[in-house]
């Protein structure tokens, strides 16, 4: 059973960092795509960043340049830095694994969730 289990959450105020952590266990990590997906209440789940084994990361529009995806494989942990928070990224954030070499960021492809970690920025 694929275990992951994020860390990092909190409250902080507009302009602020949170560094979200995702602790992975029980398959081998190094050959999954990685992903941060987030949902706000009353709206749907969508791809944060995303960051396969041999690829580049991909982040959505409205987030680039502003967070930073990594993961570290000796370390079965994957890693979400995220600077100059607003308010509208304010949301239950989640890590999400998928086994394969193709890393999409739409979240009903990826087969494995962990529980999520809220982040709440205020303005």
């Known amino acids: 059973q694929v275990q992951l289990v994020e860390s990092g959450g909190g409250s902080v105020q507009a302009g602020g960092s949170l560094r979200l952590s995702c602790a992975v266990s029980?398959?081998?990590?190094?050959?999954?795509?990685m992903g941060w997906f987030r949902q706000a209440p009353g709206k749907e789940r969508e791809g944060v960043a995303i960051?396969?084994?041999?690829?580049?990361?991909a982040y959505a529009d409205s987030v680039r340049g502003r967070f930073t995806i990594a993961r570290d494989n000796a370390q079965n942990t994957l890693f979400l830095q995220m600077n100059s928070l607003k308010a509208e990224d304010t949301a239950m954030y989640y890590c999400?694994?998928?086994?394969?070499?193709?890393?999409?960021?739409?979240?009903?492809?990826?087969?494995?969730w962990g529980q999520g970690t809220q982040v709440t920025v205020s303005s």
């Open positions: 029980r398959f081998t990590y190094s050959y999954y795509c």
């Open positions: 999400a694994a998928r086994h394969s070499s193709y890393c999409p960021r739409t979240p009903t492809t990826y087969a494995h």
């Open positions: 960051l396969g084994s041999h690829s580049s990361p």
